[in-house]
T-cell receptor, first 121, second 110 residues
Framework: DAGITQSPRYKITETGRQVTLMCHQT?????MFWYRQDLGHGLRLIYYSAAADITDKGEVPDGYVVSRSKTENFPLTLESATRSQTSVYFC????????????????????FGPGTRLTVL | TQLLEQSPQFLSIQEGENLTVYCNSSSVFSSLQWYRQEPGEGPVLLVT?????EVKKLKRLTFQFGDARKDSSLHITAAQPGDTGLYLCAGAGGANNLFFGTGTRLTVIP
């Protein structure tokens, strides 16, 4: 099916364990993103990727690792899960950026996956 | 961090009423987007505004970008139960980052 998918949809793990959340998109979008959504904080950017093998930190990257060996996949790994990482995680993709007056804009529509609800006990 | 504050946080209204949701920041954004999110799903883009003072209409929804590109508003006319959801504004400040507001949870009562 075309679109953006995330797996698993629900995950319960224990403190200290490694967890990997998967994200797959079929549009060949160049940009992919990982966000976490918590009450009172809205959506916060963890990491993003402009293309395969290019990743960069967002607002809250500590405790997370990403990779992007293929354009369509962007896994997010919690190397040693902590309770504070209990959250709903959303993956998103977009076709890229535009420009205006020589300044890069970042307004292309982002398409979001259905989310992964992660609980760390 | 470029903070985007939305108000109100929660809004419960009767079907047919009008409402306005606000998105404010002390930072200037090159563009601003509005998304709607329903329970158990990811956000879905409603509109993007790019020019200061810009007004866009999407059926019963009217979006405005402030002249100084620091704030935006979403006005819904004659709200319907199908408008229920979490409304998020998101500002693009630099080349790659998108900053989301804390959201306004709207409930429209039939």
């Amino acid at each position: 099916d075309a679109g953006i998918t995330q797996s698993p949809r629900y995950k319960i793990t224990e403190t200290g364990r490694q967890v990997t959340l998967m994200c797959h998109q079929t549009w060949s979008h160049s940009y992919m993103f990982w966000y976490r959504q918590d009450l009172g904080h809205g959506l916060r950017l963890i990491y993003y990727s402009a293309a395969a093998d290019i990743t960069d930190k967002g607002e809250v990257p500590d405790g997370y690792v990403v990779s992007r060996s293929k354009t369509e996949n962007f896994p997010l790994t919690l190397e040693s899960a902590t309770r504070s990482q209990t959250s709903v995680y959303f993956c998103a993709s977009s076709g890229g950026t535009g420009t205006s007056g020589g300044q890069a804009l970042f307004y292309n529509e982002q398409f979001f996956g259905p989310g992964t609800r992660l609980t760390v006990l | 961090t470029q903070l985007l504050e939305q108000s109100p946080q929660f809004l419960s209204i009767q079907e047919g009423e009008n409402l306005t949701v606000y998105c404010n920041s002390s930072s200037v954004f090159s563009s601003l987007q509005w998304y709607r999110q329903e329970p158990g799903e990811g956000p879905v883009l409603l509109v993007t505004v790019v020019t200061g003072g810009e007004v866009k209409k999407l059926k019963r929804l009217t979006f405005q970008f402030g002249d100084a590109r620091k704030d935006s508003s979403l006005h819904i006319t004659a709200a319907q139960p199908g408008d229920t959801g979490l409304y998020l504004c998101a500002g693009a400040g630099g080349a790659n980052n998108l900053f989301f507001g804390t959201g306004t949870r709207l409930t429209v009562i039939p």
